[in-house]
Structure formats: C-alpha cells, structure tokens
Nanobody, 121 residues
Framework: QVQLVESGGGLVQAGGSLRLSCAAS????????MGWYRQAPGKQRELVAA???????NSADSVKGRFTISRDNAKNTVYLQMNSLKPEDTAVYYC???????????????WGQGTQVTVSS
C-alpha cells in the first residue's frame, strides 16, 4: 500500500550537519502532515519536527534553531536538515506521514523503518 523510506543517516562529529530524507510511495491520494521522530536507546520516542501540507512547521525546543523540516509535495518527500549536531541527538530517526490512501476517505499514519544518526563527542 504505502511505504516510507528514510535515508541520510550516519556518523558525524559534534557540530556537524546531516540531511535526512523520507520518501513516501504507494497508492497515495494525498499526504497531510509529515514529521520526524527520534528514539534514543532507553528513551521514549519523541517528536522532533512536523510540517503541514501547506508548509507550516513546528519543532521540539531542543532542536529549534538547529534543525529545519521541509517537504516537497510533488515528490511526497519530507526532509530534515540537522545542523550543529550534539551527542544527545544520537538516535534512530523515524519519519511518519498522515496519508490519504487512494480509494479511502480516512487518513492513515505510516512510519518508516528508521535511520540511525550517531553524533560523536
């Protein structure tokens, strides 16, 4: 039906930058909100940033000024530009999307498999 595939994770030193991408594919009529979450070992999954269809954004206080979320509706893709990375940003990053599947009226939330981001001190 619908799948989300993340890419762009990796190992980076503190202060460095990384850009994550997440592309949605499948029988998609449209996508409402999209977002990025992360989960560090031993911690709960938390919202990093979210973006509406029209481009309105919100982000966690811990990443404001450092991370920027954006999307390309034509490509059904959401991005997360991460700058000034800190060791505490180390986590598996997951994208999600509120998808309207073709032929259905109710949106469904889908999750990617995650991409590892490791920030060394």
């Amino acid at each position: 039906q619908v799948q989300l595939v993340e890419s762009g994770g990796g190992l980076v030193q503190a202060g460095g930058s990384l850009r994550l991408s997440c592309a949605a594919s499948g029988i998609i009529f449209g996508i409402n909100g999209m977002g990025w979450y992360r989960q560090a070992p031993g911690k709960q999954r938390e919202l990093v940033a979210a973006i509406t269809y029209s481009g309105r954004t919100n982000s966690a206080d811990s990443v404001k000024g450092r991370f920027t979320i954006s999307r390309d509706n034509a490509k059904n893709t959401v991005y997360l530009q991460m700058n000034s990375l800190k060791p505490e940003d180390t986590a598996v990053y997951y994208c999600n999307a509120e998808v309207i599947v073709a032929g259905r009226m109710l949106p469904t939330t889908y999750w990617g498999q995650g991409t590892q981001v490791t920030v060394s001190s």
